[in-house]
Structure formats: structure tokens, C-alpha cells
């Protein structure tokens, strides 16, 4: 499964959930941010890719849908309501991430 982890500035949040996933052998992972400052913005080419997407906070999917939103229209959009106060892996936010993903995904 392809799944696209986005927040603001593919800084934090996105990228950790990337490195926290991408070993796990169901999951193709990618991240993106939704800023144009992001160090890797979404684009046309992500959303094509992927499956799945998990947005960090409800704003990301506003985004996104104003941005993409033809694009959208046959992919789930998954919102884990995680604020942008964490730091790259940071313990608390890996769990976060660990347990909403796997449980939404239903994975081990």
C-alpha cells in the first residue's frame, strides 16, 4: 500500500511518520508538506502515487482539496489530529504515529 504522510512544512510530523513506517513490508511510504516553503510540497505526482493519505491536522486536508481537488476525489484522507508542537522523532509523537496508523490501517 502507498501511503503519503502530509503536514505544513515537511519538516516534522510528516517526515517522522515517513521514517517511523517505511520499513514496515506492506507500506511504500512518502511525505510532503502543504507549504510552498516545505521541503518536499506535495505535488501532482505524490498524489497520483499514493493510496492512502494522512494528514496531520484538518487544515492539511482543506489544503489539499483546494489545491488537488480533482485529484482527491477517489483517495481517503485520514486526519490524526497531531499538533505541531513535536520535534523530529520525538518519542511522543513516534507513538502517536505508531499506534493511530496501525490502527486505522489495522497493522501490526
Known sequence: MNVLFVCSRNQWRSPTAEQVWRRHPALSVRSGGTSLNARHPVNANDLAWCEV???ME?????????????L?????IHVLDIPDEYQFM?????????????????LD
Not at 484538518?58 to 480533482?70: N, P, T, V, W
Not at 520525538?90 to 489495522?106: D, K, M, R, T
Open 90 to 106: 520525538q518519542p511522543e509523537l513516534v507513538e502517536q504515529l505508531e499506534l493511530s496508523v496501525a490502527s486505522i490501517l489495522g
Open 53 to 55: 493519505i494522512f494528514v
Open 58 to 70: 484538518e487544515k492539511h486536508k482543506s489544503r489539499l482539496r483546494a489545491q488537488f481537488g480533482r
Open 72 to 76: 482527491l476525489e477517489h483517495k481517503t
